[in-house]
């Protein structure tokens, strides 16, 4: 086994999902509010009711705020694959590295033309193709996000390639495969409908503030009917979206499943933990019950993950200690695979080096029947390939609970304006001031959900974090994560800052 440095694996982790979540506050409301700029643009050319291009151009001011900002660390983000991550960068650069550059491409070609016209074109072209742009903008901006995304899924569900022994890295053999792999699919589509959802609820908060401090009212109102329209859509198409990366998670990544449901032993007919306390201290296999107390739905578990109200859902005693009745094997015959996998590997390597061409095949032949299993030799024991449970376990219930939340919340805001009697409503609008911070809770713990639930692996079942990283000091990482946690917070204060300015502002009285 290598000698590798868990400090500093711990310290780039921890560097990555700094950066992660910063540049999360920001790509949410880049997709959705780049749609909302569209539609209030439509209504304006639609009607040639100069409030409305008021509006457009007062909530397009504030998503190009967002904007600028979102760049900055998204550029950061990718570069820390070369700095902290270069082992992963190698093996799977081939695979990982397409669609990050078809998303460059789509960001600096499509976006940034567009993107100037929108801002500045204003009087300089016509409305139609002004509007063109701007609908240009919000395509373009979710069309990169597929392309990311397609590297995340790719991550949770490897597919579309093949392990070169000889260059010890994977390489594409069908980029169709990766595109259109189902948890690129399902993760895209959830991941975007939620953006919708979170620009939606912006909205709310920013107009509340103006209904509150009863100023710009009417703009206020038509805003809400808009954002509440569309973030009731999205949040429906988010609860289906989310069923089926679910369903997605439990077919291909049964650990995560277990863990973000606190699912320790299998069952037929397997009821989900509607609310519940895990017990502190629990580990895999020492019998003890995985909760203190929880409200559990029958049969729901078992339906969501195999579509039958019957079926067998594994849990993290089955996937760790294996369950024969089931065809689940340990984790341990695993490994024991994974390390005649890398000795034979390295049986191989060493063959080829002494140009020992029938010695090289016979290593060759015995890494074949095993490779599969590869990652897995890099594990120590079989405990742990769990994740730690506890993290995704409540984010997923945070996420879930917050999400059944917000299509009652746009119900609402539609329901008391259409009875025009929001202003009323004194309860209502503090929630609605506070409803994108909420959103953003919702935001990060789904993404905890989908990065942590895949620990240890940087790739599921192939590469473990642990071997992915670049042979760095810890001290070195370490600095740089504070220097980042420094510069990330500035960005995040610069943007609250003039986000804040903008809002009191208020949207410029056009006529």
């Known amino acids: 086994m290598l000698d590798i ?155 579309g390639m093949a392990f070169n022994p000889e260059k010890a890295r994977f390489e594409m053999e069908s980029f169709f495969d990766v595109v259109f792999n189902p948890v690129a699919v399902s993760k895209f589509t959830h991941t975007s409908s939620s953006g919708f959802v979170m620009a939606s609820l912006f909205v709310l908060t920013v107009s509340c503030w103006f209904l509150l401090k009863g100023r710009h009212i009417q703009m206020a109102k038509k805003s809400i009917v808009v954002a509440s329209v569309f973030g009731l859509l999205a949040s429906i198409f988010v609860f289906v979206t989310g069923d089926e990366a679910a369903y997605e998670v439990a077919q291909k990544q049964p650990m995560k499943l277990a863990a973000i449901e606190g699912h320790y032993k299998g069952e037929t007919s397997a009821g ?31 339906l969501l993950a195999n579509r039958s109200f019957t079926a067998f859902v594994p849990g993290v005693d089955d996937l760790v200690y294996g369950n024969e009745e089931q065809g689940i094997e340990s984790t341990a015959s695993k490994i024991a695979k994974g390390k005649k996998a890398v000795n034979d590997l390295a049986l191989f390597k060493q063959a080829r080096k002494e140009n020992n061409n029938t010695q090289a095949q016979i290593a060759l032949e015995k890494f074949r029947k095993n490779q599969e299993y590869m990652g897995y030799g890099y594990l120590n024991n079989p405990e742990e390939a769990v994740p730690p449970v506890a993290i995704p376990y409540y984010a997923f219930h945070v996420m879930v609970v917050l999400g059944t939340l917000f299509p009652v919340l746009f119900a609402a805001f539609l329901f008391f304006i259409f009875k025009d009697s929001l202003l009323k409503q004194k309860w209502l609008l503090p929630i609605g001031l506070i409803s994108a911070l909420l959103g953003l809770f919702a935001q990060q713990s789904g993404w905890i959900v989908a990065e942590v639930g895949r620990q240890p692996w940087a790739i599921n079942g192939l590469l473990p974090v642990k071997m992915s990283a670049t042979n760095l000091s810890a001290s070195n990482v370490q600095i740089t994560f504070f220097m980042f946690l420094g510069l990330f917070t500035l960005l995040l204060i610069a943007e609250i800052t003039i986000m804040l300015k903008q809002i009191s502002i208020g949207p410029k009285e056009e006529n």
């Not at 982790?13 to 780049?34: C, D, E, K």
């Not at 993107?115 to 074109?121: D, P, Q, Y």
């Open 5 to 159: 440095d868990l400090s500093m694996v711990n310290w780039a982790r921890a560097q990555f999902a700094l950066t992660a979540m910063y540049h999360w506050i920001f790509v949410p409301l880049t997709l959705g509010l780049s749609f909302l700029c569209a539609f209030f643009e439509t209504i304006y050319v639609r009607t040639g009711n100069r409030e409305w291009r008021n509006i457009t151009k007062f909530w397009m001011t504030l998503f190009g705020i967002n904007f600028a900002i979102g760049v900055a660390t998204g550029i950061i983000l990718e570069f820390e694959f070369g700095t902290n991550w270069s082992n992963y960068s190698w093996i799977v650069g081939d695979i990982f590295g397409a669609p990050l550059a078809i998303e460059g491409i789509f960001a600096f070609f499509l976006e940034a033309t567009f993107f100037a016209v929108m801002f500045f074109g204003w009087n300089r072209v016509s409305k139609k193709f002004h509007l063109f742009s701007t609908w240009m903008v919000a395509v373009g901006s979710n069309l990169s996000a597929v392309w990311i995304l397609v590297a995340n899924a790719w991550m949770q569900h490897p597919v």
């Open 272 to 302: 989900i933990v509607a609310a519940g306390i895990l017990r502190p201290g629990k580990q895999p296999g020492d019998g003890q019950d995985p909760f203190i107390v929880k409200i559990k739905i029958p049969f729901m578990l078992s």
